[in-house]
């Protein structure tokens, strides 16, 4: 709730919001009641469907689109399809993201308790339930942050390819102004500490590096669980846990390269912040990453501790291609700007087979119903 309450919606975006906290709020009393994974995902769905009910009431307006965030308001978005006007959905994760960590948990069960995340895999014991049902019939346009995630869609669940668009996110423009003075050898990821972020692997190439060599130093930003801190902590790895968002930005100044392992994303924003500040970027594919391999980072195979060790390497030691990389990277950042996001969020929505040559005007869902969850997304 501390969190929450630091998350407030712009001045100007306040009174075109609604919020329907009553709704939410019984959810999350039905989500803290499920003692099993798949009874929570059961009652995140019923939120899901009593807050699409709500925004019914709240009625369409003049709208000619709806854009949400991963199907939220289901009932919403199926009533918007009927009605004739054009669904967008921001597929903000790879949506076979959950069974990617199932599979994970499957090969590292000492690692992590298991734990579904919206309920997909569960359809293949029970048909009848279909959380992404919804956002499949009734989506005109997928936003994807990333190649991956619009692979995924097009791949594993038929979504046709020309219904996509590649929508990347955007950095605060304030991470520009921020001084990057990199302590060589420190490595920083940021995002919760977790078989999905792949934090596993870069425990273990943090075991390599401490036998090459002891001046590296790999920190990680984000919140864990006691038992997989107790795996990973032997390995050389310092897990900082969640921390001030002031603090946060102070561990971006001293890191010399940023990486994240993960295996599954929609686009990390952590990773466009480290490119803002001057941060060479190791990622994977699946982070969803704008990073150029070669140019301002480094590109390796997802559960690949040796290509993980090996890339680090090769930024922390090579101080004149560390720099190189550090300018590319801010000036990579520069194509993110919320200025450039709205462009092709615009053009995404209003071109292609679902325009209709006339003034659009837009409806949005967000992935919660109270402000200060609505501004953190």
């Given at each position: ?270 990773t466009y912040e480290a490119l803002a500040m001057g941060i060479p970027v190791i ?65 995404s929505l209003v071109a292609g087979p679902f325009a209709e040559g006339k003034e ?18």
């Amino acid at each position: 709730m501390k969190r929450l309450a630091n998350r407030q919606v712009p001045e100007t975006v306040v009174p075109l919001t609604y919020t329907f906290d009553t709704t939410y709020l019984l959810g999350l009393l039905r989500e803290r009641m499920a003692r099993t994974p798949e009874a929570l995902v059961r009652a995140r769905l019923r939120t899901r469907v009593a807050l699409g009910e709500s925004m019914k009431s709240r009625g369409y307006g003049a709208a000619t689109h709806v854009l949400a965030q991963f199907g939220e308001g289901q009932g919403f978005l199926t009533e918007a399809k009927r009605r004739g006007l054009t669904v967008a959905c921001d597929v903000n994760i790879a949506m076979s993201a959950e069974k990617i960590v199932i599979a994970e948990q499957a090969r590292f069960p000492e690692w992590e308790d298991p734990a579904l995340h919206w309920g997909e895999t569960v359809s293949a014991s029970d048909p009848s339930f279909r959380p992404s049902e919804a956002m499949l019939s009734s989506t005109d346009i997928y936003l994807c942050p990333s190649e991956f995630v619009r692979a995924d869609l097009i791949e594993n669940f038929g979504v046709q390819a020309e219904r996509t668009r590649l929508v990347p996110y955007a950095i605060d423009e304030r991470w520009f102004s921020v001084p990057n003075t990199p302590v060589p050898g420190r490595v920083l990821s940021v995002g919760s500490a977790g078989l999905r972020k792949g934090t596993h692997y870069l425990a273990m190439a943090a075991a390599q590096l401490k036998r090459r060599d002891q001046t590296i130093d790999i920190r990680v930003l984000g919140g864990v669980s006691e038992r997989f801190r107790n795996k990973a902590r032997p390995l050389g790895i310092t897990l900082l846990g969640r921390i001030p968002r002031f603090d946060v930005q102070a561990e971006y100044r001293l890191a010399d390269v940023f990486v994240l392992a993960s295996l599954a994303e929609g686009s990390a924003v952590s990773t466009y912040e480290a490119l803002a500040m001057g941060i060479p970027v190791i990622a994977t594919v699946e982070a969803g990453s704008v990073v150029r391999h070669g140019v301002d980072g480094l590109i390796v195979p997802a559960r690949d501790p040796e290509a993980l060790t090996e890339a680090i390497e090769s930024i922390v030691r090579d101080r004149n291609r560390r720099e190189a990389m550090s300018v590319a990277a801010r000036r990579r950042a520069r194509d993110f700007t919320w200025e450039k996001l709205k462009e092709h969020l615009l053009r995404s929505l209003v071109a292609g087979p679902f325009a209709e040559g006339k003034e659009q005007v837009l409806s949005a869902t967000t992935r919660a119903s109270s402000a200060a969850r609505i501004s953190g997304e």
